[in-house]
C-alpha cells in the first residue's frame, strides 16, 4: 500500500533544494527591498503555504516593490489592482464583452487571475467589492457567465490598507480578515536604511527592466515544489496542542491572563488561526532547513497570525492597548511543550 505523500519524510536532497530556492527568492528579495526583515519572512511564509497577507503600513514603505520583486524573482505573472469606491467585482474578476462581428459573448479574464496580485489600498474598495475578491481568494476560481475559470497555481494576494486618511474607506470585517493567512505591519526604516534606499536610487537599482531583474529567478514549478515539501515537514503531536490550547485562551481569556488585559478581548480566534498556525510553522521550518516544527516557530509567527484574529473592544482603543500586547500574554500563560 502507498504512502500518501503528506507523510513521506524529507531528505537531505529535498532539503538542499529547497534551500536552494529559497535563497535565491531572498537575494532578490534584498537586492530591492532595504530592510523589512519581517515582510520578507512573511512573504516568503506566505509563498510556501500559498496563503493571503494583509500588509499595512503608510505610504511609501516598499509595499508596492516587495510585491513585484516577489512576483519576479519566481518568474510568475503580477497585477496591481488600485482600490477605489468605484471599482467594480467585474473589474477584479473578469466580465462577458459582446462581439457584434460574431453576434456573440466573449469572456475576458479580470486581474485577479494572476499568480500575485497586488491589491493596493482595500479598504478604499466598496464591500461588495472586497466580498467578490475574498471570496476568488478562498475559493481559488471565479464564476463568469455561469462558468467556472481556476486561478493560476500559485496564487497569492497582498493586501494593503493605509491606517491613515480613512475618510471614504470601507473598513474589512473582522470575518473577512480571517481570510487572510498573516497581517503584518511595516515600520519605518531605520536612519541608515532610508540612507541605503537613496543610494540605490542613485546606482539605478531601481531602473532596471523586468528581463534584468529575473536573471536569478526561479520558476513557477520551484514554487509549487516548495508548497508540497512543506506539507511534508514533520510536527509533533505536542505542538499541535500547543496551538491548540493557544487559540482556546483567546476565547476564554479571563481564566488564564490578568482580568485587566482579558477584558479588553471582545472575540477570540477561529479554527483558522489554528489552521493557519499549523500551516506557517511547517513554511518556516522549510526556510529554515529543517524537516520539522519547533515551538519557536510557533512563538516566531504569533503576531502575524493572531493580530487580526483577536478583536479587541472600544476600551482597548482608549487606552491605547495593542492587541500584540495582548498576544504575548496569551503565550505566556501557555506552557511550551
Known amino acids: 500500500m502507498n504512502q500518501p505523500a503528506s507523510s513521506v519524510p524529507l531528505g537531505p536532497d529535498d532539503l538542499a533544494r529547497a534551500g536552494r530556492i529559497v535563497d535565491t527568492v531572498s537575494r532578490a528579495f534584498s537586492r530591492k527591498v532595504v530592510g523589512q526583515a519581517n515582510m520578507r519572512d512573511t512573504l516568503l511564509v506566505a509563498l510556501v503555504t500559498g496563503g493571503h497577507v494583509l ?29 477605489t469606491p468605484d471599482l467594480l467585482p467585474s473589474d477584479i474578476t473578469g466580465t462577458q464583452i459582446y462581439d457584434a462581428q460574431k453576434s456573440t459573448f466573449v469572456t ?25 475578491m475574498l471570496e476568488a481568494m478562498q475559493e481559488r476560481q471565479t464564476s463568469i457567465g455561469g462558468t467556472v475559470y481556476r486561478l493560476p497555481k500559485p496564487f497569492l494576494v497582498l493586501a494593503t490598507q493605509n ?9 474589512l470585517p473582522e470575518a473577512q480578515l480571517d481570510r487572510f493567512l498573516l497581517k503584518e505591519i511595516l515600520e519605518y526604516p531605520t536612519p541608515a536604511e532610508e540612507a541605503e534606499i537613496i543610494r540605490r536610487i542613485e546606482s ?11 536573471v536569478d529567478a526561479v520558476s513557477v514549478d520551484d514554487v509549487l515544489y516548495l508548497q508540497d515539501l512543506a506539507k511534508r515537514v514533520y510536527i509533533d503531536a505536542s505542538i499541535v496542542n500547543y496551538i491548540v490550547q493557544l487559540i482556546y485562551v483567546t476565547r476564554h481569556p ?18 483558522r488561526a489554528s489552521i493557519a498556525f499549523t500551516q506557517a510553522a511547517r513554511a518556516l521550518a522549510l526556510l529554515h532547513g529543517r524537516d520539522y516544527v519547533i515551538p519557536e516557530d510557533v512563538k516566531h509567527l504569533r503576531h502575524g497570525v493572531l493580530r487580526h484574529r483577536i478583536i479587541l473592544n472600544y476600551e482597548a482603543a482608549a487606552d491605547d492597548v495593542k492587541v500584540e500586547t495582548i498576544i504575548d500574554a496569551i503565550f505566556g500563560a501557555v506552557q511550551t511543550p
Open 55 to 83: 500588509l499595512e503600513s503608510v505610504p511609501g514603505l516598499a509595499k508596492t516593490t516587495a510585491a513585484q520583486t516577489l512576483a519576479r524573482s519566481v518568474s510568475a505573472t503580477f497585477t496591481r489592482i488600485q482600490c
Open 108 to 132: 475576458q479574464l479580470g486581474p485577479v487571475h494572476s499568480n500575485f496580485v497586488l491589491l493596493d489600498e482595500i479598504n478604499r474598495s466598496s464591500a461588495k467589492t472586497q466580498s467578490a
Open 163 to 171: 491606517p491613515i486618511e480613512q475618510e471614504g474607506t470601507y473598513q
Open 204 to 214: 539605478g537599482v531601481y531602473d532596471e527592466d523586468a528581463s534584468t531583474a529575473a
Open 254 to 271: 479571563q481564566q488564564y491572563i490578568p482580568g485587566t488585559l482579558a477584558d479588553y478581548i471582545d472575540f477570540g480566534a477561529s479554527p
